[in-house]
């Protein structure tokens, strides 16, 4: 029993469960809680039937609900009928309410058409008039805004910009931001900025045309700061000669006919310059028009662009002042392109002084120095490569005279050109080299055009005008009666004055060089000096290696370089008058003029001395001897006598020379020619010598002995001269004499007869003799005295060829 009441139990269990759950859905249901999908879910389970079972709780539970809802209609009926009732009683009443209530209403409406329509007119006049104050007020606003712009736009019109920048300065600050809510000034807003591009570029390019206007108009700015520069220094230098008569005076003693002209000039142009006195100075103001770089700079300054504005001005003026530092390839042909090049860097940094001077910021003095430095160095550069292809010494002096109109007027601004004066240090050494090459075409003019003669004067007034051009003093030849002549040919007073006039021109470079006068009497003395040593003395030393200077022409150069050389010392008074310097100053340079004419007459005695043995040379070659003759013609060789004639002729004209140089020439001609003897009995080609031939060459040393004792030259002491011939003399006694026993015995002491003959010499004469007896002698051998003399000779020619063996070997 216990068994079956546990299952039944568990079954009304479930039993209760579904019921709960069935209950739970359909309150669910009931509440409209949404959704509905877990709910039946869990109705419709896996249990059997569960879908009928709660069809039938769902129909339970409507009809529960039907019964609830017919007892409430029940209760409330009898209420609702009695409400009906009353509704209908009402509805005659609210009929004939309506009926009045309409009637009253349209009374009502009737009468106050017209004061609506009154009012409405009210409403709309004050609305009309409200917005008409508004507008008032809103224009008020407005009009000082438009107003500026109009202004604004006025002065776009009439190009000022700056005023412009300054309006849309208050219309951005002060104005605009009023009425920023109006359409129009957002317009004005957006077109501000573009305005103010605009201006900029406007600006910009107002700037762009002024840079190029300097560009074009710089050599102009600058060829007026220079005259204005050379003007004012040159009426300074006129005031400062006129208070100081002394150096006037001593430069009048050494440059009167320059300084005449100068001073002339001078004056009239310190004449000029008093008239224009009165007229207004130009200044780079007066020549270029400087409101766009203000214009501009103020623009950029207002725009916050200052920094910008001052960059790319530094960078085109950089550009431009190398496109002016460029130089022109043919510069250099004329004064005219140097000028041009220095006027166009004058007016540049005449240009950035001004803009330095009359802005701030813009330009400062670091940068306007570190732009010259650079420039100056590129100057510097082209001047140094230009001026090297000058070969004209006037060009080189314009070249001088601009730079230093250039470096004052430069300097007056303020630029420091201390390296400009250097570098005219250097174009001075180069002025000098033209110079020297332009002396050096004159020289050689000047004695190519000599005669070579000593200069005729036929009265005192010739006398007078050669004195004048050259100090010449002898006491002698003033005794003498005209006419007369100079010593010195043409050349002489010719060169002195060239040598003048050299020294003025080496002292016109001098001049402006800011030096003093001790340094300008060193440079002349060494301009000079270069003249007198290199360039004179080269022309002189080709003037005498030239083949048509005779003798008679190197004479008279030995003579004229003697009085050259007297005349230095006046050329050093020169010197000293001009620059006011004594010669007594220790650093006082001397000229060297006297080694350079002492050199120039060595050079002209050696030339003689070669001029004569070449003609004795000349002389030798046309001898024609024969050297198989049997006996001589009892006469010396007509080529001898003539040789004799000449040199008598020439050493009269040696009377000029001085008496060394004289006999040097003399003795020398005589030694070449007894040389030229010896060499012509020595010769090696020349294989026999007969007798006769001797005796004939003996008479031709006879004459030229007579010449040596004749004293063709005065001076020599005794028979100095003739022992120019005593190897000839005692190698001829030998073999005339025929004295070889005394030869032999006596050779090697100091009291030989015949000491000065040479025993190769001997030997080489004898083997010639020798030979030519044994052809001219064929039947010597059957003649007993020709045959002793041939063993003679066999035997003299074995001892002489040992004493030449012996001489070898102790050699």
């Given at each position: 029993?216990?068994?079956?009441?546990?299952?039944?139990?568990?079954?009304?269990?479930?039993?209760?469960?579904?019921?709960?759950?069935?209950?739970?859905?359909?309150a669910?249901?009931?509440?409209?809680?949404?959704?509905?999908?877990?709910?039946?879910?869990?109705?419709?389970?896996?249990?059997?039937?569960?879908?009928?079972?709660?069809?039938?709780?769902?129909?339970?539970?409507?009809?529960?609900?039907?019964?609830e809802?017919e007892?409430m209609?029940?209760?409330?009926?009898?209420?609702f009928?009695?409400?009906?009732?009353?509704?209908?009683?009402v509805?005659?009443?609210?009929?004939?309410?309506?009926?009045?209530?309409?009637?009253?209403?349209?009374?009502?409406?009737?009468?106050?058409?017209?004061?609506?329509?009154?009012?409405?007119?009210?409403?709309?006049?004050?609305?009309?008039?409200?917005?008409?104050?508004?507008?008032?007020?809103?224009?008020?606003?407005?009009?000082?805004?438009?107003?500026?712009?109009?202004?604004?736009?006025?002065?776009?019109?009439?190009?000022?910009?700056?005023s412009?920048?300054?309006?849309?300065?208050?219309?951005?600050?002060?104005?605009?931001?009023?009425?920023?809510?109006?359409?129009?000034?957002?317009?004005?807003?957006e077109?501000?900025?573009?305005?103010?591009?605009?201006?900029?570029?406007?600006?910009?390019?107002?700037?762009?045309?002024?840079?190029?206007?300097?560009?074009?108009?710089?050599?102009?700015?600058?060829?007026?700061?220079?005259?204005?520069?050379?003007?004012?220094?040159?009426?300074?230098?006129?005031?400062?000669?006129?208070?100081?008569?002394?150096?006037?005076?001593?430069?009048?003693?050494?440059?009167?006919?320059?300084?005449?002209?100068?001073?002339?000039?001078?004056?009239?142009?310190?004449?000029?310059?008093?008239?224009?006195?009165?007229?207004?100075?130009?200044?780079?103001?007066?020549?270029?028009?400087?409101?766009?770089?203000?214009?501009?700079?103020?623009i950029?300054?207002?725009?916050?662009?200052?920094?910008?504005?001052?960059?790319?001005?530094?960078?085109?003026?950089?550009?431009?002042?190398?496109?002016?530092?460029?130089?022109?390839?043919?510069?250099?042909?004329?004064?005219?392109?140097?000028?041009?090049?220095?006027?166009?860097?004058?007016?540049?940094?005449?240009v950035?002084?001004?803009?330095?001077?009359?802005?701030?910021?813009?330009?400062?003095?670091?940068?306007?120095d570190?732009?010259?430095?650079?420039?100056?160095?590129?100057?510097?550069?082209?001047?140094?490569?230009?001026?090297?292809?000058?070969?004209?010494?006037?060009?080189?002096?314009?070249?001088?005279?601009?730079?230093?109109?250039?470096?004052?007027?430069?300097?007056?601004?303020?630029?420091?050109?201390?390296?400009?004066?250097?570098?005219?240090?250097?174009?001075?050494?180069?002025?000098?080299?033209?110079?020297?090459?332009?002396?050096?075409?004159?020289?050689?003019?000047?004695?190519?055009?000599?005669?070579?003669?000593?200069?005729?004067?036929?009265?005192?007034?010739?006398?007078?005008i050669?004195?004048?051009?050259?100090?010449?003093?002898?006491?002698?030849?003033?005794?003498?009666?005209?006419?007369?002549?100079?010593?010195?040919?043409?050349?002489?007073?010719?060169?002195?004055?060239?040598?003048?006039?050299?020294?003025?021109?080496?002292?016109?470079?001098?001049?402006?060089?800011?030096?003093?006068?001790?340094?300008?009497?060193?440079?002349?003395?060494?301009?000079?000096?270069?003249?007198?040593?290199?360039?004179?003395?080269?022309?002189?030393?080709?003037?005498?290696?030239?083949?048509h200077?005779?003798?008679?022409?190197?004479?008279?150069?030995?003579?004229?370089?003697?009085?050259?050389?007297?005349?230095?010392?006046?050329?050093?008074?020169?010197?000293?008058?001009?620059?006011?310097?004594?010669?007594?100053?220790?650093?006082?340079?001397?000229?060297?003029?006297?080694?350079?004419?002492?050199?120039?007459?060595?050079?002209?005695?050696?030339?003689?001395?070669?001029?004569?043995?070449?003609?004795?040379?000349?002389?030798?070659?046309?001898?024609?001897?024969?050297?198989?003759?049997?006996e001589?013609?009892?006469?010396?060789?007509?080529?001898?006598?003539?040789?004799?004639?000449?040199?008598?002729?020439?050493?009269?004209?040696?009377?000029?020379?001085p008496?060394?140089?004289?006999?040097?020439?003399?003795?020398?001609?005589?030694?070449?020619?007894?040389?030229?003897?010896?060499?012509?009995?020595?010769?090696?080609?020349?294989?026999?010598?007969?007798?006769?031939?001797?005796?004939?060459?003996?008479?031709?040393?006879?004459?030229?002995?007579?010449?040596?004792?004749?004293?063709?030259?005065?001076?020599?002491?005794?028979?100095?001269?003739?022992?120019?011939f005593i190897?000839?003399?005692?190698?001829?006694?030998?073999?005339?004499?025929?004295?070889?026993?005394?030869?032999?015995?006596?050779?090697?002491q100091?009291?030989?007869?015949?000491?000065?003959?040479?025993?190769?010499?001997?030997?080489?004469?004898?083997?010639?003799?020798?030979?030519?007896?044994?052809?001219?002698?064929?039947?010597?051998?059957?003649?007993?005295?020709?045959?002793?003399?041939?063993?003679?000779?066999?035997?003299?020619?074995?001892?002489?060829?040992?004493?030449?063996?012996?001489?070898?070997?102790?050699?």
């Open positions: 029993m216990a068994r079956k009441s546990r299952p039944n139990m568990s079954e009304m269990y479930l039993e209760e469960n579904k019921d709960q759950i069935y209950e739970n859905a359909l669910e249901i009931e509440s409209f809680e949404l959704p509905l999908g877990t709910t039946l879910r869990s109705v419709y389970d896996d249990q059997p039937n569960a879908h009928q079972r709660f069809m039938e709780k769902l129909d339970a539970c409507i009809r529960n609900h039907d019964r809802i007892k209609c029940n209760f409330h009926h009898q209420g009928v009695d409400a009906i009732t009353e509704l209908l009683k509805r005659a009443d609210a009929e004939k309410l309506k009926v009045q209530v309409t009637d009253t209403n349209r009374r009502l409406q009737d009468a106050g058409k017209e004061v609506i329509a009154q009012t409405e007119e009210i409403i709309r006049c004050r609305v009309q008039q409200r917005n008409i104050t508004t507008v008032v007020e809103k224009l008020q606003l407005c009009l000082p805004v438009l107003e500026m712009y109009s202004k604004l736009k006025e002065q776009m019109k009439v190009k000022r910009y700056y412009a920048l300054k309006t849309m300065e208050q219309l951005e600050n002060l104005y605009l931001p009023r009425v920023s809510q109006y359409r129009f000034c957002q317009i004005m807003m077109n501000l900025p573009k305005l103010r591009e605009e201006i900029k570029e406007i600006s910009m390019s107002d700037l762009k045309d002024f840079l190029e206007s300097i560009r074009k108009h710089s050599d102009r700015i600058g060829e007026t700061a220079m005259k204005q520069a050379q003007q004012q220094k040159t009426f300074s230098t006129t005031l400062q000669k006129h208070n100081n008569v002394n150096y006037s005076r001593n430069m009048h003693l050494g440059r009167s006919r320059i300084l005449d002209s100068k001073n002339e000039m001078t004056l009239k142009r310190t004449l000029e310059e008093d008239d224009d006195h009165d007229e207004e100075v130009l200044t780079a103001q007066d020549l270029v028009d400087f409101s766009p770089v203000y214009r501009c700079l103020h950029y300054s207002v725009l916050g662009d200052g920094e910008i504005f001052e960059n790319y001005y530094r960078k085109q003026r950089r550009k431009q002042a190398r496109l002016v530092l460029q130089p022109q390839s043919s510069m250099h042909e004329t004064v005219e392109g140097y000028r041009r090049y220095f006027s166009q860097i004058v007016g540049f940094f005449v950035e002084d001004h803009i330095l001077h009359v802005t701030q910021g813009l330009v400062t003095r670091t940068y306007t570190e732009l010259w430095n650079m420039a100056l160095s590129k100057i510097i550069a082209v001047l140094r490569t230009h001026s090297s292809y000058c070969n004209d010494p006037d060009l080189v002096l314009e070249l001088k005279n601009l730079i230093v109109v250039f470096a004052d007027t430069l300097q007056g601004y303020g630029f420091p050109v201390n390296r400009l004066f250097d570098l005219l240090f250097e174009i001075r050494d180069q002025y000098n080299e033209t110079l020297l090459k332009k002396w050096s075409g004159l020289f050689r003019d000047i004695f190519e055009a000599d005669n070579y003669s000593p200069i005729p004067v036929a009265n005192e007034e010739e006398y007078k050669v004195i004048s051009k050259f100090p010449f003093q002898d006491s002698e030849l003033d005794k003498q009666s005209f006419p007369k002549k100079l010593p010195m040919s043409q050349s002489v007073p010719q060169i002195y004055i060239q040598v003048k006039e050299f020294i003025y021109a080496s002292l016109k470079f001098s001049e402006s060089l800011h030096r003093s006068s001790t340094e300008i009497d060193d440079m002349l003395r060494k301009s000079t000096n270069l003249l007198l040593t290199r360039t004179l003395s080269s022309c002189l030393q080709n003037l005498i290696k030239k083949p200077i005779g003798l008679t022409e190197l004479v008279q150069i030995i003579i004229n370089t003697t009085h050259l050389e007297l005349a230095c010392k006046y050329l050093e008074d020169f010197i000293s008058n001009i620059t006011n310097i004594s010669q007594v100053t220790v650093h006082t340079a001397r000229l060297y003029g006297l080694s350079t004419f002492k050199d120039a007459r060595h050079a002209a005695e050696g030339e003689i001395y070669t001029k004569l043995n070449q003609k004795i040379d000349e002389f030798i070659q046309i001898a024609d001897y024969d050297w198989t003759m049997s001589s013609d009892g006469r010396a060789s007509g080529y001898l006598m003539d040789l004799i004639n000449f040199l008598r002729s020439t050493f009269q004209v040696f009377t000029h020379l008496g060394k140089v004289a006999q040097t020439a003399c003795m020398s001609a005589c030694q070449h020619l007894s040389t030229s003897l010896m060499q012509m009995l020595l010769d090696t080609e020349l294989k026999q010598i007969s007798m006769g031939a001797i005796q004939q060459f003996n008479l031709d040393v006879i004459q030229c002995e007579l010449f040596a004792s004749s004293e063709p030259v005065p001076g020599f002491q005794g028979d100095t001269l003739q022992l120019a190897d000839l003399r005692q190698l001829l006694d030998l073999f005339m004499v025929w004295d070889w026993s005394t030869y032999l015995a006596d050779y090697g100091a009291t030989s007869k015949y000491l000065r003959v040479n025993p190769s010499t001997a030997l080489t004469l004898l083997e010639k003799m020798r030979d030519s007896s044994k052809k001219n002698n064929i039947f010597a051998q059957f003649r007993k005295n020709d045959r002793d003399k041939q063993k003679l000779i066999e035997t003299v020619v074995k001892q002489l060829r040992s004493l030449v063996n012996g001489m070898s070997q102790h050699t």
